[in-house]
């Protein structure tokens, strides 16, 4: 089997997905980029998140053909693939429906960074990207327009849902979990009045704080 | 004892609404139609969801008998029953009291289609269906005009709750699963201001892919 | 040991309260009359939901004296103690401080009957009590002067939770799952608008039934 | 190892956090002062809730300097040995991100004593902290001036987040509990209006019977 190690990884952490209430059913996937190959481990589609081994995942290459399994892969894989292909630092791509941050998306609202978590995690607001149908490259265009050269791991794709990146699955799987908790305290704050804004020039300190002194500290 | 594969997928499926807190104590159930006969399958009335077995289910003829089974069938029997008299397409009934699709429902308010997810699920507004009382076929009816034709597998039925329908009680579960996650999402997106509309095409072309095109490719 | 099937009720009991989210730390409780006898059972105080059992219930008189146990009773003995003098149908009684039904007792407001499951369980609104402190008979009293004679079963205590009642501590409890499920589905109906309301002819005959049709078909 | 029994205790205390949904990922910690040494043990930085030891554990002295452990201590011990160091009756030290609390924090509002459990547990308001940087004694300093002489054990980090003091680690848990708890509360309350105040007077006397009372009768 190809890319096993990267199988595992993936399939794992869809349990975190499941942990933290960002799906339900079976809408929302992560993938993983096999370290060294042009390829990726995606979920396969419409499989439970109960029944999912790192054997049934199904492997694509960069331009979401499958590979190997004997699923179809995710109904998202194009979007996937795109961001791969696109953006090379990539390494693991996560969507989902969530919420609170899909319900920011359904307003067509970025999220602004009124929390130190998010200052921490996104380095500034939340972006929206556009309106897009599946059935073609136009999400994945609207995520890299988004996110490249941006300091947020994570976009509201509008009247859609989530998607977010990292170097790795792991990483791109926290992005998630941590957009919907901001999505959802800058939601609840909102609901009462005006959150008190962060200065830029704080953002920018707590941002460069967490990725560089908080991540040299501590490897996980 | 008659109906045992339905038996035991209408008392799993049950499992489903406890997870997806759709349910307290013993407000809300599952039913299958048995294939090939004119007979489903139903929860008894009063026993909670931990005790559920494919043996204390209850079937029933499509006037609502009892048919078979130690316990009283749901007192929601009679609108499971009318809805497989008059469509004969449908072979699972969901009903719920789940929380923000009762909300919609209690103001009388069909949900918008502002979600790509509600497009692919529901093709357009989960709609609202009649104030009606429970003790005869008032439920029932106001089910089937609301749905019959209708691209939504769900209705609101004001100031009461859900009901949903599909070929399968699992399919239907997932309509009862799916329409509390947008009624969710679109209550939310409300609560901060207005959602951005999405174009009757998109919708179309989303539910017609989503209906056509994923079901062919995962027939999971 | 006295009221040892009692005991072992109550003890189990308390699990429902945490399923349904209904308490947090150790600030909820149960109790139930034991038959025949002037005495009932109840929670110890401080002990955690996860440490209960039926050993360490406690039982008193039904002027809440400690009478057998090696805990002290609930702080909210007093309250439980003076329902069961004052009355005598009582056999079961909850008190929970749940999310959304104090809410509406801290604003000082009866949750209005809005759903077919309110008119069901509650035959109507559920009623608001007196503001009243700990330490004297004045909670239970204003549980006693509120309940007595009304349908519900059910009182939200001004800026303080909910107390409910019923014929034995299962009903009592299912009141008390119902109250939060219901005031939560009522609160977010009224968060986007105003819930339609329904007729009280309609109201009074979803209680009959509920209460005496259903009731006899389906014993649990 | 040194501190073995404060280190059980922090470790499994985390499990409360992850119970009572107060934290994601790895966003939240729990302290204890090692009874008899300028000692306390604390959360390891990035290590999953699940992954929590007694053996993984960090020893710091009242500097914040590691003495034993084989992880980086949380990036939060700063604000935690700063609180030891000025606070000798404080015992455990808990920060959360959780949702409520934290969206008060957001607005920079302090979550007003409209609930009889808040007066018992905090004797009146839970009040807003400055807005603090990470890197220095700044958020130790404003936990310690905001509390220093209050009746509350939190507080809110305006833009932030929640600490919370107690005389061990599993009473500030306990408040970093009911802090949550009220802030929901109170928020859900004032979504549809205004919460009805509690007499000054009655507050005094729940808080301190509460302390008192409830507390002689009831070590746990």
Known sequence: MRGEAMRTAVAGLHAELVRYNLVVWTAG???GR???????????????????TPENMVVCDLDGNLVEGEHSPSSDTAAHAYVYRN?????GVVHTHSTYASAWAARGEAIPCVL???ADEFGGEIPLGPFALIGDDSIGQGIVETLKGHRSKAVLMQNHGVFSIGKDPKSAVKAAVMCEDVARTVHVARQLGDPLPIAQDDIDRLYDRYQNVYGQRSPR
């Open 34 to 52: 096999v370290p060294g190959e042009d390829l990726f481990v995606i979920k396969p589609s419409g499989v439970s998140y109960d029944e999912l």
């Open 29 to 31: 996937n992560v993938s």
């Open 87 to 91: 953006m090379p630092e990539v390494g």
């Open 116 to 118: 130190t978590a998010m």
